[in-house]
């Protein structure tokens, strides 16, 4: 059984930081892309970035483009998204996906909460 858990999130001023992890278990890990996706409420979900099974190829969003970092650690089975200089826009529930163009459909985690306020 695939199970993603997302830790990490929490409240935080503007320009200020957080780091998300995923603990993937149930499939294999290293050999597979993975991605974080956001949902703010109200909104639809956003790919937010993605990176490859290497850790080779990453993606970003322009809206996070230059601020937020993925990374992953295969002996862990953990990814990882580094948020910096966060903005009230970036307040949302962060979800880990299974695969590099995760969208509505692609199993997720429950989710961490960051909320981003003064």
């Known amino acids: 059984e695939v199970q993603l858990v997302e830790s990490g999130g929490g409240l935080v001023q503007p320009g200020g930081s957080l780091r998300l992890s995923c603990v993937a278990s149930?499939?294999?890990?290293?050999?597979?892309?993975m991605s974080w996706v956001r949902q703010a409420p109200g909104k639809g979900l956003e790919r937010v970035s993605a990176?490859?099974?290497?850790?080779?190829?990453?993606y970003y969003a322009d809206s996070v483009k230059g601020r937020f970092t993925i990374s992953r650690d295969n002996a862990k089975n953990t990814l990882y998204l580094q948020l910096n200089s966060l903005k009230t826009e970036d307040t949302a529930m962060y979800y880990c996906a299974r695969d590099y163009y995760a969208g509505a459909n692609t199993p997720r985690g429950q989710g961490t909460q960051v909320t981003v306020s003064a």
């Open positions: 149930g499939f294999a890990f290293s050999g597979s892309s």
């Open positions: 990176i490859d099974s290497g850790g080779g190829r990453t």
